[in-house]
């Protein structure tokens, strides 16, 4: 199974060991994953617990003095934080204990892979074992000096990018992982093979690599169905793979589809499918190197992905805190095939409260906000809600050429609407001084056949200046058989993870309010389009605090 993840590496030497002494909750998540305190960025089910390992520096809120902190769940709501798992303390990882994966081998054997950082700063490839395999909390950890590191950069692969061994699985009576890398501008997924598990051999080529995407970081390479979840291992002639990347240069973890040959150590992504920049993401917000695991017990995939601090690095350290985990997401194929759906796993509706009901088959009035859900805290909530459009005849037509949702977001944003705008604006004021809109825009194609944008514009969500403000887009392939829309938000103080039809389309906001606080937070739902739209129901719970949040 799993785990491990990395984030920014930008280096601020006069922060990393500034240790908090107070910590400020204003914008501190509630149901979120987080550590007491400093900064974070962060999975395998042993023996009866979720384990969470994570790049942690226990000494500040920004990047630096990492190691591998460890909590577990029986729940994955609550959580205990252990002793650290891994920090530096060999040759071969002096510099730092970088991101890896775990791996459950047969006979509940656990290995986990990381990078890492020896003293003339090459990233080497590692593993640790547990020192009691039959402690279910797997609390201690030991790096056996056989076999350490396992994998050092050649002459063909660049030792300053080389990073974050995956998941292990088994084809051909050989084990595999992949190590992200680059060649130049040419990102790269090295493939190794291994008969015991220990002895690692690059193969004659990499698995997938791709021209002008940079460093490839946190590769994962899963099989997946549209019915279950599946074991990393699982191969056949209909199964379908999944290859993720996280890329250095944008900051954003895009995936592909498609066929994985064993016996040519070759992936190869469907046909019609982006391979780079202008590929699929899981999110399309706030959201980066992220990792999935099996779960034997549900037979569900489960991905975590973090979210990153967007305010400045001195605010960091004045709230004592940085980084936060999203919430894990279930991860199934789509029928069509074409993408991947995700969905908040069950276990989060635990911590729903009473449910309040909005009034449903509501004309949203264009330019006439409307405030929903007396009645809980809007700023700790999940709230579910239907649009219906009656009619789409009326469409603005959609110009082929438009490629990138989040530049036609901006293009739009001061553009007079006909179907939309239209959706939620959360974290509101209530006289909307402050608000972070979530909406969607319907285009019509020269088919006739609609195209439906999602955006998100974190400028008006806080009157602060000096934070990182985006404007966010994506494009939702919806069923328009019934004209209706559904999105879903978990709104967390200072997050929100936005799930629009089901999951098909995902994006998540990091903002940080100062008048659209605690309770005085608000949600509205809003039509800026000329025509009619119906909020069919919106429903909303709040959401509760973890009995346990490793404390």
């Known amino acids: 199974m799993l785990m491990g993840v990395q984030a920014s590496h930008m280096v601020f030497p006069e922060f990393q060991s500034l240790a908090a002494t107070t910590v400020r909750q204003l914008h501190r998540t509630a149901y979120h994953f987080q550590p007491p305190m400093h900064w974070i960025n962060g999975p395998m089910y042993y023996k009866g617990f979720y384990h969470l390992f994570y790049q942690y520096n226990p000494f500040g809120s920004v ?24 920090e530096p303390s060999e040759p071969f990882d002096i510099k730092g204990t970088w ?82 890398s680059r060649k130049n501008d040419i990102g790269v997924a090295y493939l190794f093979k291994s008969k015991d598990q220990k002895t690692w051999v690059k193969a004659p080529h990499p698995l997938h690599q791709v021209s002008g995407t940079g460093n490839w970081e946190c590769p994962d390479f899963y099989p997946v169905s549209a019915k279950t979840g599946l074991d990393t291992c699982v191969q056949g002639k209909d199964v379908k793979h999944v290859l993720k990347v996280s890329l250095d240069a944008t900051r954003y973890d895009y995936y592909t589809i498609g066929t994985y040959f064993p016996d040519q150590d070759k992936y190869v992504p469907d046909q019609g499918l982006a391979d780079g920049w202008d590929g699929l993401r899981f999110d399309y917000g706030n959201f980066y190197a992220s990792k999935s695991f099996f779960d034997p017990v549900k037979h569900r995939r489960i991905l975590w992905g973090w979210s990153n601090e967007s305010d400045t690095k001195l605010d960091d350290v004045k709230k004592g805190w940085a980084g936060i985990q999203l919430i894990p997401r279930t991860v199934l194929l789509d029928p069509s095939g074409k993408q991947l759906v995700q969905w908040p796993v069950e276990e989060i509706e635990t911590l729903r409260g009473s449910k309040i009901d909005h009034m449903g088959n509501l004309k949203l009035e264009t330019g006439k906000p409307v405030k929903l859900f007396h009645g809980i805290t809007a700023a700790q909530a999940d709230v579910v809600v239907g649009f219906s459009i009656p009619n789409l005849d009326k469409a603005e037509p959609f110009d082929p050429s438009w490629k990138d949702p989040q530049d036609l977001c901006f293009k739009k944003k001061s553009v007079k609407g006909v179907v939309g705008p239209f959706g939620l604006m959360v974290l509101a004021s209530e006289k909307l001084e402050e608000y ?112 346990k949040m490793n404390n």
């Not at 990047?63 to 891994?86: F, M, P, Q, R, Y």
């Not at 950069?153 to 998941?167: K, Q, V, W």
């Open 63 to 86: 990047w630096g003095n990492i190691v591998w902190a460890h909590s577990v769940s029986k729940d994955l709501v609550n959580w205990e934080a252990l002793d650290t798992a891994i």
């Open 99 to 180: 991101s890896g994966s775990a791996t459950i081998f047969p006979g509940d054997k656990v290995v986990m892979y990381y990078t890492g950082i020896d003293s003339k700063e090459q990233q080497l490839q590692d593993y640790a074992i547990p020192k009691d395999p039959l402690d279910p909390y797997l609390h201690e950890w030991i790096k056996p000096k056989e076999g350490n590191p396992m994998v050092v950069p050649d002459h063909e692969i660049n030792g300053s990018s080389f990073r974050d061994p995956t998941t292990a699985w088994q084809a051909n009576g050989y084990w595999h992982i992949l190590v992200g």
């Open 436 to 547: 972070t809109p979530v909406y969607f825009r319907i285009f019509k194609a020269k088919d006739n056949k609609p195209v439906v944008l999602m955006c998100s514009d974190e400028e008006p969500s806080t009157l602060k200046t000096d934070v990182y403000r985006p404007m966010y887009g994506a494009f939702v392939d919806a069923d328009f058989s019934d004209k209706k829309l559904s999105l879903r938000s978990l709104i967390d103080h200072s997050v929100v993870e936005n799930f629009a039809e089901g999951g098909k389309t995902v994006l998540s906001n990091r903002v940080y309010p100062t008048i659209a606080v605690l309770d005085m937070a608000h949600v509205f739902a809003f039509n800026n389009g000329t025509e009619p739209i119906t909020l069919e129901h919106a429903c909303g719970w709040n959401m509760k605090r973890p009995q």
